[in-house]
């Protein structure tokens, strides 16, 4: 790849888009970045990389943003955890919005290859119904039964990003990923995904001497959590790559949710009295990653334990709080006035 040549990532404000807007930045690479959020609001903001605000629904938007660029990486969409996707399915389905009017921007301007981030959501539900779940292979998405809302906005898009590429020859590449965690997520607000809200919820058990969590469902069921660097890695391999359809980005390493929490307790060094809130939003029974093709395609998988990466995530996690409670408390003893003032004050 030239460093002639300018990368749009969008979604840059969020989790994916800010890593992989760094490891472009960090290679040389001339970056334009591109998020709905207010530049203040995103995770990660390099000042090397053109940073712009754009809401990407709009195709003059997404015109704006493709202008003089050579690849796409497009990382924005209005998504969450399951707490987040199962309660706002129109929310999700609008991100398609994003992915057509990218698609046209880009094959009008010239851009030479299109990356899309799909998601194990694609998958047949009636294919994870069992925790005990058989590795998803890229063939298991049809017939389509794809997680209602958001993962039909992500086979729908998928489809399009193969049309474009077979009517119009624009290169485009789809990547599926499965579960992503790792430092500069979201890890509370109602969008966070499994690995970053255990992490949250352990160390305010831990900060507050709590001993108890509460868990989604009954906690057996069973994924894979893929770390953000073999995320960032295993897209750019993808985009590079001569492979044109969809391809699992995802861990093998398969946990229930309750050894997830096991892990991450022994991280803490706690151990907490579980709840289990079986109403809440917990998705499917069981799912995780057939990497077959993917290391046929890549010649590579991600390689990052679940252990390592929960580590350098749970610490992350933590810095944040604590930063938070710091600055909490002193906007509160900053605001507060001194007892003797206000006495002044009320007399
Ligand atoms: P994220 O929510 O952190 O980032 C998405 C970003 O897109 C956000 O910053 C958001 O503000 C931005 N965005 C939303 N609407 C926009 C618009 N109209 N115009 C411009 N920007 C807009 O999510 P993420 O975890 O970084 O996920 C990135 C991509 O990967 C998404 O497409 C997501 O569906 C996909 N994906 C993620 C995971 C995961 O586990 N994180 C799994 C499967 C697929």
Redesign the pocket.
């Known amino acids: 790849m030239s460093k002639n040549n300018r990368i749009l990532v ?9 890593h992989l807007v760094k490891a472009f930045c960090r290679d040389g690479f001339e970056v334009r970045a ?4 207010p530049l203040s609001e ?2 990660q903001l390099f000042p090397d990389a053109e940073n712009l605000t ?4 709009s195709l003059d ?1 997404c015109r704006q943003a493709t202008d003089h660029v050579a690849l796409v990486y ?7 955890g399951m707490g987040f996707i199962e309660l706002n399915k129109g929310a999700c389905m609008l ?1 398609v ?2 992915n057509t009017h990218l698609l046209i921007a880009a094959k009008d301007s010239g851009v030479e290859r299109f990356f899309f ?5 694609v998958y047949n539900g009636d294919k994870q119904k069992d925790w005990n779940v058989t590795a998803l292979k890229e063939e298991d998405a049809y017939p389509a039964l794809p997680e209602d809302g ?1 993962g039909w906005e ?1 086979l729908f898009s998928e489809r399009m990003s193969r049309h474009f590429r077979e009517d119009y020859g624009l290169i485009t590449r789809m990547a ?6 790792g430092p500069q ?2 890890y509370q607000g109602g ?1 966070e ?1 499994a690995p970053a809200a255990i992490c949250r919820k352990v160390i305010e058990a831990k900060l507050s001497a709590r001993p108890e969590i509460e868990i989604w469902g009954d906690g057996q069921q069973t994924r894979s959590f ?1 770390y953000i660097t073999d995320c960032v890695k295993g897209s750019r391999m993808l985009m590079e790559s001569d492979f044109a359809d969809p391809l699992n980005i995802g861990s093998s390493e398969l946990v229930s949710i309750n050894q997830l929490v096991d892990i991450v307790e022994d991280i803490a060094g706690v151990k907490l009295e579980r709840r289990y809130n079986l109403s809440a939003p917990k998705g499917v029974n069981g799912r995780n990653s057939d990497n077959t093709l993917t290391r046929k395609v890549l010649g590579w998988e991600p390689s990052t334990s679940l252990r390592d990466g929960l580590e350098l995530t749970y610490h992350w996690i933590y810095d944040q709080i604590s930063e938070n409670r710091l600055l909490e408390m002193g906007a509160a003893t900053a605001i507060k006035p001194p007892r003797r003032l206000k006495e002044t004050v009320l007399r």
């Open positions: 969008t979604g840059a404000g969020g989790f994916i888009g800010g591109v998020d709905i959020k995103w995770y754009l809401d990407l629904k938007a497009n990382l924005a969409a209005d998504m969450g991100s919005l994003i981030s799909s998601s194990a959501c958001y992500k599926r990923y499965h579960n992503v965690y997520g979201t969008r995904k893929m």
